[in-house]
Structures are given as C-alpha cells and as structure tokens.
C-alpha cells in the first residue's frame, strides 16, 4: 500500500500538463501512486500522459470518453486509491519537490486526518511574473482547537481550496466523503471533512503554485453563470457547520460576514462586467444578490474593519442596482487598468497574502 495516492484530473492543458507531472515524479518523497484522469482532452494531453506513463509505473491513467465535472473525475479516482492519504493536483499548477515528504512526516507524527500547507498565488500581468505567499501558522490542532481557530484560515481561502492538503482517506470512507457533483465543488468538499474532523496540522511553509493568471491571458476572474448562486451555496454550507459546531459569537459572525461581503463585491463585478449577459439578466442577478438572506445576514454582522469592503458594499447596503452597477464596473475598470495594483490590494484584503516576486 502507497502512503499518497495522488489525483490529478486533465482537460485540454498540453501547455502545462507536462511541468505539473514531473513536479510530482521530482519528489524527494517516492512512496506513491500518482492516477491520472484524461477527461475528455482532444488536445495533445493524453500523449503528453502516456508518455510519462511509460517511464514510470507509479501513474495509473484513466481516460473519460467525453469531459465530465471535475469533481466526477476526482470521484471515479478516489474509488481506486488505495494509500493511506490522498492528495490532489491541478493540471496547471506545480509544487515544490519537497511538498509530499513535508506533508507527510507531519500526517504520521500527529496522525493527523488534515494536513494543510501554505501555497503561491501567480499572476502574469503585463510582462510581469508576480507571486504571493498564502500561509496558515506552523500548529496542531485537537478537534476544540481546530474549530475556535478555523474562521482566520478559512476567510483567507486556506481551507477551501483542495490541492494545499493531504487527506486521510480512512477518515474520508469513514464518513463516506466524496466531491459533490456540480461547478465550484471544492469549498462544499473541505466543510465536508472540517465538519468532523478530531486532528489537524498546520504548515507554514507554501508549496504549491497556483495560477490565477499566465502570460497570454488577460483576466484574473472570468465570469461563471453560477457564481453568485454557487457563492451564495458556499455560505450557507459554511454556516451549516458552524451551527453543528455551535459556534456564534459576535466576533467569528462579524469574520465570517465580511469574509461574504468581499465575494458579494465580486459577484457584483464579475456580473456588470460581463459583456455576454444582458440588462435584463444583469439586474435579475444583482437583485437576487440584495435581496438574498445571506446577504441581510453579512450586512447586520459585518465589522467594518475593511474601509475598501465598507465603502464597496455601500450600494449593497442601498439596495441599489444602479449603484452596484456603477461600483462593479469601477471595480472592473481599476482591475483592467492597474491590475498589479488591484492584484496587491485583493491579495491583502482577502488572503492577508505577502509579496514575494
């Protein structure tokens, strides 16, 4: 039995498929199993997969006749595993080669169900390569302490993201955990696990490369039709489990009201910007946002603290479509404009991420 087994689903990323795979195979750590899902590519991918599959028997390819949800990908993946962790990587991203042996010794000294490491975010803007660090604390957490600690980890996008983890798969049969089948799945998978889970690690030390953006692509955010009722979906799901906790006090209700507000504004953004939706679809979507419950919710709780988020969420807080209107595209006018600006800004209200290129 492998100690990791590894899961990376690929669709149409000949680009980059290659460095994500050989960021695997140059590990210091060799005691895995690396399953590769070609989901329905028709670029050059699967020959880029065979042929890393011919020199090395630790990847095991599975090929998916049409693209399905990556979710499903992972879900007919993690069916075949058989290590005692699972670890998940995206086709267009790379670790450092220290990563798994890292993880790993930290999983085995505190039988740790949850381990979590730092990561990079990477943007290409302009001619330029810019990098920040998003980094949890070097802790180990019992069940108590993992729960009055998680809202700081989590408004930061330290816990909702899948690939800065490894995961005890006997902990995820145990409570019969899989990927839910829809789009932007990976927040409903980590609230899944953190709902029960009694051991978590901490690591500060970031691993791996996460793209928000590359040379040749001019957006940092692309405009998903289910983003606001995917959004809305995520905090409903966040504050299930707090309930199940019994957690509501002021302070981690005020964290996690403005940790919505600030995806609000960008589901604003993200909808009057968007030149392929229409005034009449445009103003249905900003006022099921005003009107939503969740969003009374982060209006009457929110602290404040965030000048930007305040004054952004003042045409919220107006129920005004025409004011949303105006803020989005002020929004989306300085991100197009100053975008390695916009970059820092986002990155520190968000993430409290550091610059490091």
């Not at 009055?148 to 800065?164: E, F, G, Q």
């Amino acid at each position: 039995m492998p100690a990791i087994s590894i899961i990376m689903p690929v669709y149409n990323t000949e680009k980059y498929v290659g460095k994500a795979i050989e960021s695997i195979l140059n590990q210091s750590f060799t005691d895995y199993e690396f399953l590769i899902i070609d989901n329905g590519s028709t670029d050059g991918s699967g020959e880029i997969i065979n042929h890393y599959a011919k020199i090395d028997s630790r990847i095991k390819v599975l090929r998916n006749e049409k693209n399905v949800f990556i979710s499903e990908a992972r879900n007919m993946a993690m069916e075949k595993l058989t290590g005692e962790y699972m670890y998940l990587i995206d086709s267009d991203d790379w670790v450092l080669p220290d990563m798994l042996e890292t993880m790993y010794f930290k999983a085995k000294k505190y039988s740790a169900e949850y381990v979590v490491a730092g990561y990079y975010m990477d943007y290409y803007q302009r001619g330029r390569n810019l990098s920040y660090t998003v980094c949890p604390d070097d802790a180990f957490y019992t069940k108590e302490e993992f729960r009055n600690h998680a809202v700081d980890y989590l408004v930061r996008t330290i816990l909702t993201v899948p690939w800065n983890k490894l995961y005890s798969l006997p902990y995820l049969r145990k409570h019969n955990i899989k990927f839910r089948n829809t789009k932007l799945e990976d927040h409903h998978f980590n609230m899944d696990i953190i709902k029960d889970v009694d051991r978590v690690c901490m690591i500060s030390k970031p691993f791996y490369h996460y793209y928000r953006s590359r040379c040749g692509t001019d957006s940092q955010l692309v405009y998903n039709k289910y983003l606001n009722q995917k959004k809305r979906e995520h905090f409903a799901h966040t504050l299930e489990v707090y309930k199940y906790w019994g957690i509501n006090d002021e302070i981690t209700m005020q964290k996690l009201a403005d940790y919505h507000l600030g995806r609000l504004v960008q589901c604003i953004t993200e909808t009057v910007s968007n030149t392929n939706i229409d005034k009449s679809n445009c103003n249905k979507e900003l006022e099921q946002i005003i009107k939503d419950d969740y969003t009374r919710f982060a209006l009457k709780y929110s602290s404040g603290n965030s000048k930007k988020i305040s004054i952004l969420s003042i045409p919220i807080k107006m129920k005004s479509i025409f004011l949303c209107k105006i803020m989005g595209k002020t929004v989306a006018w300085f991100r197009s404009s100053f975008p390695a600006l916009f970059s820092n800004m986002r990155a520190d209200i968000a993430q409290n991420a550091e610059r490091v290129r």
